[in-house]
């Protein structure tokens, strides 16, 4: 079967998104409040240490280079990673069910009766994927800061022969390697929806699957992000993102549905028709 086009795919997704812009827009004052909430929170932190006379330690400088500075900025990444990543989990559910044209009642209901078992499941998803991609992107950082010393700090000491080698092979190391995170990151794409699709399906064997499914679609995946970049000014008057942000969403849905294939088996709906007779039978 052959893929169907950029074009096809949002044709599909306006279709689809008749009858539910009401559930769109709901979905999507959710998730601004979730961030304006967060940044709500940034703004109260900052508050109560200009209150105490301590706004240096909310300066760059302290957050960077004082080791409490680094330890209280990775305890707040931390944090927000904790908040955040099962919120997308979440968000991206009702999606689906956006996506497929029902309403996110009855998923909605049953997250909230067994957030004790999402919560960590959208963790897990988030934890396994970004540690993945870190443990990639190790390599570029080296290059980085190869790229750094001998072009910039070696440069004051004046680079010798050896040191114009040595930057220009950690530049040529550097562009390789971040066309090779790239191309792993988005080999992983399709793992979230796999986890999404199957709560119950194990984090390796989706990020296996997911790798195995992009093979040789990587820049068909990034035609279809770069179709969108045109939308980007338009989230500058703010209102316009309530119509591009479900717009981007389910056209995204749409084109994960095409690229799994087969795969895409939503399994969900069942666990929550067990869950319902499970409830109404106590």
Known sequence: MSAITNKEIKAEALRRLKGNWGNCIALTVFILAFVFFLALCEVMIYLVLTLFDA????????????????????????LLFVLIMPELYIARRLYIEIANGKSFVESRQYIQNNFKKIVPRGLVTALVTSMLKLFAAVPLFIGVYEVYYWGWVCKLNELTSWGLFCFMLALGFTVVWTGVLVHYCI???????????????????????????????????LSFVFSFVKFIPLLVLFYPIFAVAPYYMVSYIVF???????????????????????HKNK
Not at 56 to 78: K, N, P
Not at 191 to 215: G, H, K, Q, W
């Open 55 to 78: 706004r240096e330690y909310y300066s760059m400088s302290f957050m960077l280079q004082d080791w409490f500075g680094r330890f209280f900025t990775g305890l707040r990444i931390l």
């Open 187 to 221: 080999s992983l794409c399709l793992t979230n929806y796999i986890m999404t699709l199957n709560p119950r399906a194990n984090i390796f064997d989706a990020c296996d699957l997911s790798v195995r499914l992009m093979e040789g679609k990587h820049s068909r995946y």
């Open 256 to 278: 994960m549905e095409d690229l799994m294939g087969s795969y895409w088996q939503d399994k969900l709906p069942a666990m929550i028709q067990r869950w319902n007779k499970h």
